[in-house]
């Protein structure tokens, strides 16, 4: 099982990247309407605090397979989101 610490960090890194591919999206193009950006980064700090707390979580029966749900989720969280960006 990877480190408590490493999960932690990716789901930093991993939804931190999804953000600034929406910034980038909208420097590039600065003449379309920016709310369809700012909808995708709210959904982003919802994952986050929502992966983060469930991470914070200390009465847990099995932690292997708790954590290894909190990196499925992220990963499914991460892929819609891209999707998301990916459509603007």
């Known amino acids: ?3 408590i610490k490493n999960l932690k960090k990716d789901i930093n890194f991993i939804l931190g990247d999804i953000i600034e591919e929406c910034y980038i999206w909208e420097l590039e ?3 379309k309407e920016n709310a369809n950006t700012e909808a995708i980064i709210s959904e982003v700090f919802l994952a986050f605090d929502s992966l983060l707390s469930r991470v914070s979580e ?11 749900s909190i990196s499925k989720d992220l990963e499914t969280a991460a892929v819609a989101l891209i999707g998301k960006v990916n459509k603007l």
């Open 29 to 31: 193009n600065p003449k």
């Open 58 to 68: 200390k009465n847990v029966a099995n932690k292997k397979s708790h954590f290894k």
């Open 1 to 3: 099982m990877a480190s």
